[in-house]
């Protein structure tokens, strides 16, 4: 019940299409959802996150679509562009106060030129 | 503010010897994090602490594993004796009281490789 499960491991996509990567989730308990971006050799960044009470979070060509009743949410990236390249995990974390992310196992992320 | 500062960033070390990984917080975070990353395992939380005291220990693997926040700019993670299989990328991360949706400050990370 503590998993997020996250699909595809690994997306290629040309410049300027469209990436979608895929998390699902049991616990109904969680109540936020982020997103973050690694480059190889760094940490994890925080890329956008979102709530329940929303279906759609936009910032920039970074999307969140949240699907409450099936328990799924997806991050979709509009223009791909070679430097999106990174591998991003999805996360969910339960309650104020308390700060514990459940990771995703991570999407690797290619966008050819 | 210089971020989450993690060191070494990559330590080398024969299997049965004592690692120590450090990590410094960014000033004002509260809560800190140790996560390890492996290709077949992903990010895996293996403990946090909140105002310096540990409060979920439950993903550190086994006795070997021990971790420290003496004051609120400092934290270890110790393994002794190190295994081969501890072969990894151990991040730091911290955040500040208000809830997750302030986010993870990462640091860079700690390449372990244990011979």
């Known amino acids: 019940q503590q998993q997020v499960k996250q699909s595809p491991q690994s997306l290629i996509v040309q410049k300027g299409g469209i990436s979608i990567i895929n998390c699902a989730y049991e616990?109904?308990?969680?109540?936020?959802f982020p997103w973050y971006q690694q480059f190889p050799g760094k940490g994890p960044a925080l890329l956008i996150a979102i709530r329940p009470d929303v279906s759609e979070k936009k910032e920039g060509r970074f999307t969140i679509s949240f699907n409450k009743s099936a328990k799924q949410f997806s991050l979709h990236i509009m223009d791909s562009q070679p430097g999106d390249s990174a591998t991003y995990f999805c996360a969910a974390s339960k309650g104020s106060g308390t700060y514990k992310y459940i990771f995703g196992t991570g999407t690797r992320l290619k966008v050819l030129a | 503010d210089a971020g989450v500062i993690q060191s070494p960033r990559h330590e080398v070390t024969e299997m049965g010897q004592e690692v120590t990984l450090r990590c410094k917080p960014i000033s004002g975070h509260n809560s800190l994090f140790w996560y390890r990353q492996t290709m077949m395992r992903g990010l895996e939380l293996l403990i946090y602490f909140n105002n310096n005291v540990p409060i979920d220990d439950s993903g550190m693997p086994e006795d070997r594993f021990s971790a420290k926040m003496p004051n609120a700019s400092f934290s270890t993670l110790k393994i002794q004796p190190s295994e081969p299989r501890d072969s990894a990328v151990y991040f730091c991360?911290?955040?500040?009281?208000?809830?997750?949706?302030?986010?993870?400050?990462f640091g860079s990370g700690t390449r372990l490789t244990v011979v």
């Open positions: 616990n109904t308990a969680f109540d936020y």
């Open positions: 991360a911290s955040t500040r009281t208000g809830g997750a949706e302030y986010g993870y400050t």
